[in-house]
């Protein structure tokens, strides 16, 4: 399989180099030239696999050429072992078609666990072989720096470092990250905001001489082996629940777009969805836009569904390329518009024909506490505020008669306890494998504000002997 970008003018890679380049050197984004095609028959065979079974079909022709089945199968297998219930994504029922998808059985509790955890296998697998080295700098308000830390601990060729606004995460988020005392992990405590941390890791990767010198790297969410990895659990869920002789219909609390997107990849591929429901919380940039084909960035608040405080959506590019008919110009185009202006107006027969498919529901903290406490209520089913916003907009948006609902859990209750606790009057325990967290020793290093004190800390990390 051969990746093309978004904006149509940088080199067509293989996966290997796409998983290792993350954003293409036109400024776009990589996406396969073809999608893999699976029968409604072969989509049947997939009944009664299992879930990394399930991943090997999916996942196959997206590494063809790079790695061997049997390469892909040790390391799915390895991957998804690690997770705590024995279904990896197990499905729970809300009402008669309706369905909850629990994403938070993996390491950190959160889905971002699915698709990373495969993602820092294959970035040792894929750099061992070329005799490689990386190091990974990232910021975070939260999750992401969590997950990224725990696919990357102790593999032997990658080291990374995770910035975080020191005092701002939750002690949960926090511990999650610092908690880790494995020798490739650094986490910096930086005396400033979230968008501090990103400015200062955006400018260590601009400049070209330091990257290159140290290697540095990313995981974020544009990185394509972090889409292809969430494909499989739109599959192995529809097929639990009938597919392809049921249409589904997925829900999803959004942010980035890559969870939603990885549903609509799954589509192109053969499986019949109806309809996809995208969540937002009061940053909700993406219900306006399917509300009115123009997106219209705007400022961003806090709420109780930090994952989803987004100004833009970085995964979007990928869709549009897709409505644009493949039409890496035009999409070049309008994603420079919207830089310039804050504002792109989708062409009608477009918009037109993403809302025939996508629709989008936003709920603001005190909706989504009451969401929380009426599903606990009613099917005591206990949700963190970002299931809740997918639970609620999927409600919302599914006609019971035409298909099944899919409603995609992202977090597990015990990673937002104030919140859970504030809408049902009960604190989530953490679940057995992280139950020891607020004991366990911390270690992170305080750092300034300041571009050249985090520039020498990387340099002196990256730069040191390994034994
Ligand atoms: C990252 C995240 C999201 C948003 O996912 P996107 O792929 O960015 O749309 C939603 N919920 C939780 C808990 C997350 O960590």
Redesign the pocket.
């Given at each position: 399989m051969k990746y093309v970008s978004t904006r149509g003018n940088a080199p067509v890679l293989s996966f290997d180099d796409v998983l290792l380049a993350g954003l293409a050197r036109d400024g776009g984004l990589y996406v396969p030239q073809s999608w893999p095609q699976f029968s409604a028959s072969q989509i049947r065979a997939m009944r009664g696999l299992s879930y990394h079974e399930i991943a090997i079909e999916v996942m196959a022709p997206f590494v063809e050429g790079c790695l061997s089945r049997a390469e892909l199968t040790e390391l799915v297998v390895d991957t998804y072992a690690g997770f705590t219930h024995p279904a990896v994504a197990p499905l729970k029922q809300l009402g008669r078609n309706q369905w909850v998808l629990e994403l938070f059985h993996g390491p950190t509790i959160?889905?971002?666990d699915y698709a990373l955890q495969l993602v820092g296998r294959l970035f040792d697998h894929v750099l061992k072989k070329r005799g490689q080295h990386v190091t990974i700098v990232g910021a975070t308000s939260g999750?992401?720096g969590s997950a990224a830390i725990e696919a990357c601990r102790d593999r032997d060729s990658i080291d990374i470092v995770i910035l975080h606004p020191h005092g701002r995460t939750s002690d949960v988020q926090r511990r999650q990250m610092t908690s880790v005392l494995s020798d490739n992990v650094r986490n910096l405590a930086v005396n400033g905001t979230f968008d501090d941390c990103q400015d200062m890791v955006k400018a260590l990767f601009n400049d070209h001489g330091f990257r290159d010198t140290y290697n540095l790297s990313a995981v974020n969410?544009i990185n394509w082996a972090r889409v292809m990895a969430q494909i499989v659990y739109y599959f192995a869920s529809a097929v639990a629940l009938g597919s392809p002789d049921v249409p589904m219909t997925f829900s999803?609390?959004?942010?980035?777009?890559?969870?939603?997107f990885a549903g609509f990849c799954a589509r192109q591929m053969g499986l019949p969805v109806e309809k996809f429901i995208v969540g937002s919380n009061s940053n909700d940039i993406l219900t306006r836009f399917f509300e009115t084909g123009v997106m219209n960035a705007d400022g961003v608040v806090p709420t109780l569904?930090p994952?989803?405080d987004i100004q833009v959506?970085s995964?979007f590019e990928r869709l549009v390329f897709h409505y644009l008919g493949n039409d890496g110009v035009a999409v070049g185009k309008l994603m420079d518009e919207f830089r310039a202006t804050g504002r792109m107006d989708m062409p009608q027969g477009a918009y037109g024909a993403m809302r025939e498919l996508f629709e989008g529901y936003r709920y603001n903290d005190d909706e989504t506490l009451a969401v929380m406490k009426v599903m606990r209520a009613q099917t005591g089913e206990m949700l963190?505020p970002?299931s809740a916003i997918g639970v609620a907009a999927g409600i919302r948006g599914h006609s019971y008669k035409r298909s099944t609902l899919i409603a995609l859990a992202?977090?597990h209750p015990a990673k937002f306890p104030d919140a859970v606790e504030k809408a049902t009057g009960i604190r989530p325990p953490l679940p057995d494998h992280m139950a020891d967290l607020f004991e366990r020793p911390e270690r992170f290093d305080v750092i300034a504000n300041d571009l050249a004190a985090v520039r020498d800390y990387v340099a002196t990390f990256a730069g040191r002997v390994r034994t």
């Open positions: 959160a889905f971002k999750d992401t969410s999803v609390p959004t942010g980035n777009f890559g969870n939603v569904s994952s989803m959506s995964n963190d970002h992202t977090a």
